[in-house]
């Protein structure tokens, strides 16, 4: 166990010291970009690791995991939803997660911001948009968020803060900015062309093998997995 908190340090070091490089490259201040640590594959002894290393926002892709983790830990951790999420499932996220990340449907917003006001609370929501138009991914469609915008910002009980996506794997990262490009972009055209008042100012895109690319193209929060636990060994 000694061993797995010093190697997990070790790889959270490299990791933060690549996002402070990319922040650096791209002349951003080190404070824009936060590091979700994604728990999905992790054991729990190591996200209890993480935590020993002051980490405290942390991402699951599964609600139930996400709410079994919750009863688990403990510290001041912000939970991030950052898989897909189903209807029946919100209610559970709800009481628990900070952010979600993964809002891929004006159907789920409308749950969200439903179960949110019955519970006199305020859900802080990001939308995912499905930029590379793949099959195989959920999201909106980057020109029905646009067009869809109206109906996008009447739900009383969401504060939208921002977009979600996952760039399609490539082999070289560089090849993911132009994805992360058109999110901003996108983002940026919402912004002016409804005026918006907050904004939109997160972007929550990036990962284990695009991060980089991710920041230099405006992301401020960056969702990593893997690089985290290499060299660590289920028990
Ligand atoms: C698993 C996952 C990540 C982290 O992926 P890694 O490649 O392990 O860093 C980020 N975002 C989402 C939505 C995920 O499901």
């Known amino acids: 166990m000694q061993g797995s908190l010093e190697l997990l340090r070790s790889n959270l070091e490299r990791v933060q010291r690549r996002i402070g490089d990319a922040c650096a490259q791209s002349g951003r201040d080190r404070s824009a970009v936060l590091l979700v640590a994604v728990t999905k594959y992790a054991q729990l002894p190591w996200v209890q690791a993480l935590t020993q290393c002051d980490v405290w926002d942390l991402g699951e892709s599964r609600p139930q995991q996400l709410v079994a983790r919750s009863a688990e830990l403990q510290g001041p951790i912000r939970w991030h939803m950052i898989g897909q999420l189903q209807r029946n499932k919100v209610r559970p996220v709800l009481e628990r997660a900070t952010l979600i990340h993964s809002v891929d449907s004006l159907r789920l917003l409308e749950r969200i911001s439903r179960i949110a006001g019955e519970r006199a609370q305020q859900q802080h929501v990001l939308l995912e948009v499905n930029v590379s138009g793949e099959s195989n991914k959920t999201g909106f469609a980057a020109s029905e968020l646009e ?89």
């Open 147 to 235: 067009a869809q915008w109206k109906q996008v910002q009447a739900y009383d009980n969401v504060v939208i803060e921002g977009l979600m996506t996952m760039a399609p794997r490539v082999d070289d990262p560089q090849q993911a900015r132009p994805y992360f490009a058109q999110l901003r972009q996108l983002r940026d055209r919402i912004v002016e062309s409804h005026a918006v008042s907050n904004g939109l100012p997160q972007l929550s895109m990036g990962m284990s093998g695009d991060f980089e690319a991710a920041i230099l193209e405006g992301a401020t929060m960056v969702r990593i997995g893997s690089l985290l636990y290499e060299g660590l060994e289920s028990s």
